[in-house]
């Protein structure tokens, strides 16, 4: 009786750890930071700003959004992502000119994809804060670059983060996580993420 409850128990949890939402979140490194100077030693480390995510979350820094690729969007949702938003520089500010809207474009045909295959356009969320190419420039001349407002940036921050959690709250879980749960530990091996890809378009 006593090995019945703990298979049982056991079963519970990993039905439990199933069905906990799994989000995923590329961000471009170069949004919603102060301008700096460029420099030829090499690239910085990536200033974040605080998002405040209330669930757990998979962040993927990328150098310009545009350099996402369809495949690898599609892979984090074939391992079994519940959501995945792509945060990218708005406007002209963007460091690659052309990575937001490129990006965008993207973004659109994966949702196109998505809808096809029946896990809905609605999983993939795409979103925009200040960029900082024309601050860096600024700085690299030696002048003044203009700061972010700390109260815009901050309400631009909940509203990404408000948007998750309601996606989250309507969708179902992604059914190929449930799939992948079934299958047998090590029968099958996947490449990782790689965002090194030439900015170029789909």
Request: hydrophobic fraction near 35%.
């Amino acid at each position: 009786m006593s090995n019945e409850r703990e298979i049982a128990a056991e079963t519970l949890s990993q039905d439990v750890e199933v069905q906990k939402p799994t989000v995923s979140v590329f961000v471009c490194a170069n949004c919603a930071r102060p301008g700096k100077s460029t420099t030829s030693s090499g690239r910085s480390k990536p200033s974040m700003p605080e998002f405040g995510w209330p669930v757990p979350v998979q962040l993927v820094t990328v150098p310009c959004a545009g350099r996402i690729q369809p495949e690898h969007i599609l892979k984090v949702f074939e391992s079994g992502a519940d959501l995945v938003t792509v945060i990218a520089c708005e406007g002209e500010n963007c460091h690659y000119i052309e990575g937001s809207k490129r990006c965008s474009r993207r973004v659109e045909f994966i949702r196109s994809i998505l809808e096809e295959i029946g896990l809905g356009e609605d999983r993939l969320l795409l979103f925009f804060l200040p960029g900082s190419a024309a601050e860096d420039m600024l700085v690299s001349v030696g002048k003044k670059a203009v700061a972010i407002n700390p109260e815009s940036l901050k309400q631009k921050i909940d509203s990404i983060r408000e948007q998750i959690v309601k996606a989250l709250e309507i969708l179902p879980p992604n059914p190929l996580r449930l799939m992948n749960a079934e299958e047998v530990p090590g029968s099958d091996s996947r490449e990782g993420t790689d965002t090194t890809d030439d900015n170029t378009d789909k």
